[in-house]
């Protein structure tokens, strides 16, 4: 009774399943070196224009500021051949000339079409506007936001930019080799497609239930199988099948059933918190992500800032970008040319000095977040351990400072003194990390130290699952036919 109980579960959710599960891993596959294109901030920097060498003084900023004002990031980059701060904030203009401190109007074409060029050089071929997200723009802009600027150009990349008219940001950049590679990679691995992406909860909602449910019926067909295969354990392969498509699904589910669970479950915990039963952390504790970013959260003071950029300036060529940044309030300047960020204290005027993170400042900063109530260990470590190692898509730098805080969730922070990165995780962080990156990327350390046998492991699953699912897709197509023919036959 209960294995016709899973027969059922599993042939009943297979046949409308089985093609999206096809999909999901084959173009798996592909996102191992593909991935959805976007103009990325690497781009976008190395598209800008580089600062000129006599910039201009910023002594009156704060006095254009209105005293309501508070300024949470302050940038200086070119546009359209001029340098322009661009603020974030309460009560602050988006952006201002930085050689007269006045407010910037809207683009006009002109200088769109300057920083058009910027990104490609070839000529126009048309350009079109949008007013809604269409296949290439990226995941939640709001109705106000556009409409956009679409430019196709005429090169043999066939190269087009998404541009935003009301601030000349690139939202865009995609050649044919990339879209080629995301409709079969991205695009139908996370169901990408522009009937669900205008309709985010929709699409949200899709992905959740569809892999919600195609993890049940996984796991109906991989004890299924288990159970087949124990009955007929005397058989090679415990397989009772006489047709080659049945014994394949029925093998290859015995060999992959359950991975293929696994990477459905955490396809739809990619989308998902995890339940409260899972977490330790109090609901006023608990943080969203395992690997928390922190610092430079406080409001920039640009008369704090007691070092003339202009100086700082002097300590890179080709500078791309100035920020005013801080590190819980301690000012420095983020430089950043086309192939490195360089950090300089602002809070002396009298030298130009590196801004780095020291152990006096990260014990200062965990006496302000731990007080005397709660122990904490802090080392020095030059090697990765197993929640602070060098990913795929996301590698990260050594040495950094480990602090190991002796609380109940197993708290570490980790401090890179050179880039002043901050990671942060507990032990709701490793269970939300293990399953989703975990699960569906193998995101493991003793497998990401060895990329040979991360990929030997990843491509053997993967083109498993590939063929699991391809069985599945042929045994539903001849369910169907077969149910076909039996409906012409009777009539």
């Known amino acids: 009774m209960f294995t016709k109980f899973l027969r059922n579960i599993h042939k009943i959710l297979g046949l409308p399943l089985s093609i999206l599960f096809f999909l999901w891993f084959a173009s798996g596959i ?17 598209n800008l224009q580089p600062l000129p060498d006599m910039l201009p003084n910023l002594n009156l900023l704060s006095e254009t500021l209105s005293d309501s004002a508070r300024l949470q990031s302050l940038t200086l980059e070119m546009y359209a051949g001029r340098p322009v701060l661009n603020l974030r904030g309460k009560n602050v203009p988006n952006r201002i000339y930085a050689d007269s401190l006045v407010p910037m109007e ?3 074409a002109r200088e769109i079409g300057m920083i058009v060029s910027q990104w490609c050089t070839a000529s126009v071929l048309r350009v079109d506007t949008v007013y809604k997200p269409d296949q290439w723009i990226p995941f939640g802009r709001p109705e106000n936001f556009f409409p956009v600027y679409k430019y196709i150009f005429s090169d043999a990349d066939k190269h087009e930019l998404y541009i935003s008219p009301k601030d000349g940001k690139v939202l865009q950049m995609t050649d044919k080799s990339e879209r080629l ?59 009772p099948y006489r047709k080659r498509w049945y014994r394949w699904h029925h093998v290859s589910g015995l060999l992959f059933g359950i991975f293929a669970a696994t990477f459905a479950f955490s396809g739809m915990m990619s989308l998902m918190d995890i339940p409260d039963w899972l977490k330790k952390a109090p609901k006023e504790q608990r943080r969203e992500h395992p690997f928390r970013m922190s610092g430079g959260s406080k409001p920039i003071l640009p008369d704090s800032y007691v070092l003339d950029y202009r100086k700082a300036a002097q300590a890179a060529t080709d500078i791309k970008q100035i920020e005013w940044a801080s590190w819980n309030g301690h000012p420095y300047y983020r430089l950043t040319t086309a192939g490195q960020t360089i950090n300089i204290d602002a809070s002396d005027s009298t030298a130009t000095r590196l801004f780095i993170l020291t152990e006096e400042r990260i014990r200062s900063e965990m006496q302000k977040m731990y007080g005397d109530s709660i122990r904490w260990e802090m080392e020095l470590i030059t090697e990765f351990d197993n929640d602070y190692f060098s990913r795929k898509r996301e590698p990260n730098s050594l040495p950094v400072y480990r ?34 990156r975990g699960l569906h990327c193998l995101d493991f350390k003793f497998l990401t130290d060895h990329i040979w046998l991360w990929n030997i492991v990843m491509y ?3 083109i498993g699952g590939t063929f699991l699912s391809l069985t599945g897709v042929v045994l539903t ?4 036919i077969r149910n076909i023919k039996h409906i012409f036959h009777n009539n």
């Open 30 to 46: 592909v996102m191992i070196y593909h991935s959805f294109p976007r103009a990325s901030q690497e781009k976008r920097i190395a």
């Open 106 to 108: 809207p683009y006009d």
């Open 181 to 239: 590679w995301a409709w079969l990679g991205a695009i139908p691995h996370w169901v990408y497609f522009t009937v669900l992406r205008q309709n985010q909860p929709a699409w949200i909602n899709f992905v959740k239930w569809t892999s919600g449910i195609g993890t049940i019926m996984c796991l109906a067909g991989f004890v299924l199988s288990l159970r087949i295969a124990w009955k007929n354990r005397n058989r090679r392969w415990g397989v």
């Open 403 to 436: 602090v190991s805080v002796d609380d109940d969730m197993h708290t570490r922070h980790y401090f890179n003194p050179q880039t002043l990165r901050q990671q942060r995780t507990d032990d709701d962080g490793r269970i939300r990390h293990l399953l989703y």
């Open 460 to 462: 053997t699953l993967m």
């Open 477 to 480: 197509f001849k369910w169907i």
